[in-house]
């Protein structure tokens, strides 16, 4: 089951907090991040990035992205 | 898939921000103020002005730029599909965010922006602003670490993130209606300084014109100043930073092209020389712009772009701009203003209160 961190609505810098707090806490293999802006979409994937995740795949999702991680 | 932006890249920031760097000083050489090309708060400060909320008439004009930070940012947003009419993320807090933010700022006189193209231009005093600068932004990282939030905006009507883009078109209009008379204060219903900064400006046109550029490629990149700070701070990631380094650099070498650069603290345009005080109203601003998630050029990008709560953090900026002006709150090349100090004390106050009250613990 993967971890979904749900910052839709939430602007810059907190999605990509509660992305870093997900990956801090679990360290889960497949995490989930939802946003609604593509700026949140950029800086998720950029601080996922760094923190050794890929991305897996981006979907338009709602008003909004749904982003997939993976660790390693 | 959507499709790649470039700007997001560390060239494409990097890149705007040399763009920005070398308009900027250009500016200056076709009218606008001493290291004043692109000022965000300075200019806001203007156009309350022009607008008659304030009557300090070396300080009054209905500038341009900002009309085109805000329209091309929409421009992209629309070219680019990223236009998302969304609000409702604590508009009240964000205005008085958006109002102590200014009342910091003109302590300092200058916004983040012009704090880069005053250190750009030479002048010394602007160190103690960018620490400040840095302070304040640090400041509000802790609260962000200890789960400081405004809360999560809603989608709404695409009317309703038109709004400030209507706003702004409106002010253009009055521009061209009732346009500068040479040696008039006054056009109609817009004030015009006669002396001062307030009569330095560039042709309308070219004005408008780089801040339609600066207003897209800003959009396209998220370039943000306090940003910049933020993200080194907080996560220590240099992309923005990047950015703000580039424009600082490149304002740098145009200014020294231009002739524009002199190395020194007192006798600078439009800047005071007490540190400490440059250093505390940059502070104030800092401390705002990251409780509000943007610096002040960014708030307009994202207004641009149908976020609404930025759009209230606007006018918060402008209508501070009047208390500044009213209550003696700004500062002046003589120093800082009769009660600038008691604006700042109450400003650091208010700026606690919403840092410390407004917490969520992050389920």
């Given amino acids: 089951m993967a971890t979904t961190v749900d910052a839709r609505g939430f602007s810059c810098p907190q999605p990509v907090l509660m992305t870093l707090e997900a990956i801090k806490k679990g360290s889960p293999q497949d995490l989930i991040v939802l946003v609604d802006t593509d700026t949140s979409k950029e800086n998720v994937m950029r601080a996922a990035q760094s923190q050794g995740y890929t991305v897996q795949e981006v979907a338009p999702e709602g008003e909004g992205y749904r982003i997939q991680l993976v660790k390693g | 898939m959507p499709m790649k932006n470039v700007f997001a890249s560390r060239r494409g920031i990097v890149a705007v921000g040399a763009v920005i760097g070398i308009l900027a000083p250009v500016l200056q050489k076709l009218g606008n103020p001493g290291n004043m090309g692109i000022c965000v708060a300075c200019m806001e400060r203007d156009m309350a002005g022009a607008l008659g909320l304030h009557r300090a008439e070396v300080v009054q004009y209905m500038r341009p730029e900002i009309i085109g930070f805000v329209l091309g940012s929409l421009i992209a ?3 680019f599909k990223e236009f998302r009419p969304r609000l409702g993320s604590a508009p009240i807090v964000r205005f008085i965010l958006g109002v102590f933010a200014m009342i910091g700022a003109l302590v300092f006189l200058g916004c983040p922006w012009r704090a880069m193209l005053r250190l750009a231009g030479g002048d010394g005093n602007a160190i103690f602003g960018l620490l400040g600068l840095a302070f304040g932004t640090w400041v509000g990282t802790l609260f962000l670490k200890n789960g400081y939030t405004l809360g999560r905006t809603q989608p709404t009507y695409t009317s309703a993130g038109w709004i400030l883009p209507l706003t702004m078109l409106g002010f253009l209009v009055l521009l061209f209606v009732f346009p500068q008379i040479p040696g008039e204060p006054k056009s109609g219903v817009l004030f015009y300084s006669v002396k001062g900064p307030g009569a330095m400006h560039a042709p309308v046109a070219l004005s408008l014109a780089v801040g339609l550029l600066v207003g897209f490629l800003a959009q396209r990149s998220r370039f943000c100043t306090m940003g910049a700070l933020r993200d080194l701070i907080l996560f220590r990631q240099t992309h923005l930073f990047s950015g703000f380094v580039s424009l600082i650099v490149f304002a740098f070498l145009t200014n020294l092209i231009l002739g524009q ?45 149908g ?9 918060g900026m402008i209508v501070g701009a009047a208390f500044s002006h009213n209550f003696g709150l700004a ?28 917490r969520k613990k992050t389920a």
């Fill in chain 2, 77 to 79: 947003a629309y070219l």
């Fill in chain 2, 331 to 358: 500062s002046s090349p003589q120093g800082i203003g009769p009660h600038g100090i008691a604006g700042l004390v109450v400003g650091f106050a208010v700026c606690l209160f919403i840092g410390l009250t407004m």
């Fill in chain 2, 261 to 305: 650069f002199k190395a020194g603290f007192a006798g600078q345009p439009v800047a005071h020389t007490q540190h400490f005080w440059n250093f505390a109203g940059m502070a104030l601003a800092g401390l705002a712009f990251a409780l509000a998630g943007g610096c002040p050029g960014r708030q307009l990008f994202l207004a641009g772009e």
């Fill in chain 2, 307 to 315: 976020d609404g709560d930025a759009a209230v953090f606007v006018f």
